[in-house]
């Protein structure tokens, strides 16, 4: 007896049925292949006051090299933001920002830090270490401040220490090759212990620093009034951060704060540097440049929005920012 054709529905879904199954097979395979790393926190770093903005005890994931690439490490400073008032960092001690207590202990390696030579072929066989980011001043600060009841910790500048401590004796010490990163406020980091880090590891290991999305410019915004400016004074002031700021830069200006600021920065970092940054960073365009308060009639919004929308004298704007 001869077998009737399908309908052309039928094959249809079936194509897509097993298209769908490939898709979510791939996709099961590729979670089971992720890297998760998973946290080492550092209790005993609370008697140096190398503590949260909470009073938490700093952390950080490190996964170990292996090969060719067991005597070099890549350092990541995680970012996510600042705050410069007792309001925004006390809301900000609350939340995985602030605090280990409420971070996820495992985290997927990926990027700089991921294991996939594919996806990773300069780095992938090094250490690997993800630095935890709690204390709202780019690892720069150094005070602290009761709040009521509570206690607000600034001490970013200790948890780099306190961090680096813990890793030298696990083998950083003896480091060939170190890259030191960071993205966004973490990419900031980066301008603040660059030097720092050759300091500490010597003539014998070969140290440089990528900073990614965090060159964080001192500029007007549309109206000519400057809104990161203040925001960064005040976060200086109020974290204690100026005594940890590059000597050489706050030699040079009166203003201390501007010394939080990569292009005053670099002018002084003896170590090689790379610099990645997008011309329309999210960040400087939204915040900075364009912020909410310079924007009340919404004419900015489609062009926040997607770029391929600006106008063509919000295009202009855009390129002499």
Not at 131 to 138: A, F, Q
Request: glycine residues 8%; negative net charge; hydrophobic residues 40%.
């Amino acid at each position: 007896m001869a077998r009737l054709p399908w309908p052309w529905w039928l094959a249809v879904f079936s194509t897509v049925a097993v298209i769908v199954v490939a898709a979510a097979t791939t996709a099961a395979t590729a979670a089971e292949e992720r890297l998760v790393v998973s946290m080492t926190l550092l209790p005993d770093a609370a008697s140096t006051g190398a503590v949260c903005l909470d009073g938490s005890p700093p952390a950080y994931h490190l996964q170990r090299g292996s090969g060719d690439g067991a005597g070099s490490w890549v350092l990541q400073f995680e970012g996510g933001g600042w705050c410069n008032d007792v309001p925004s960092c006390a809301e900000r001690a609350g939340t995985r920002r602030g605090s280990t207590r409420f971070m996820n202990k495992l985290e997927v390696f990926s990027g700089v830090l991921s294991n996939d030579p594919a996806m990773n072929p300069d780095f992938y066989s090094w250490n690997r270490v993800k630095l935890r980011y709690c204390d709202g001043g780019s690892f720069a600060g150094d005070s602290e401040l009761r709040n009521g009841s509570s206690v607000l910790y600034f001490r970013g500048q200790r948890i780099w220490d306190a961090i680096i401590s813990d890793l030298l004796p696990k083998g950083l010490a003896k480091a060939e090759k170190v890259l030191l990163s960071g993205c966004s406020a973490g990419g900031l980091a980066t301008f603040f212990h660059c030097d720092d880090l050759k300091g500490r590891l010597g003539d014998a290991a070969t140290v440089k620093c990528l900073s990614d999305a965090g060159f964080f410019l001192d500029v007007d915004d549309i109206t000519g009034n400057n809104t990161v400016r203040p925001f960064f004074r005040s976060l200086v002031d109020l974290q204690g951060a100026e005594k940890n700021l590059n000597r050489d830069c706050l030699n040079s200006t009166d203003y201390p704060y501007q010394c939080f600021f990569p292009q005053y920065i670099l002018l002084y970092i003896r170590s090689p540097y790379f610099i990645l940054n997008s011309a329309y960073d999210v960040y400087q365009f939204h915040h900075n440049f364009v912020p909410p308060s310079c924007d009340p009639r919404g004419q900015w919004s489609r062009c926040k929005s997607d770029p391929g929308a600006c106008s063509t004298s919000q295009v202009i704007t855009l390129q002499e920012f």
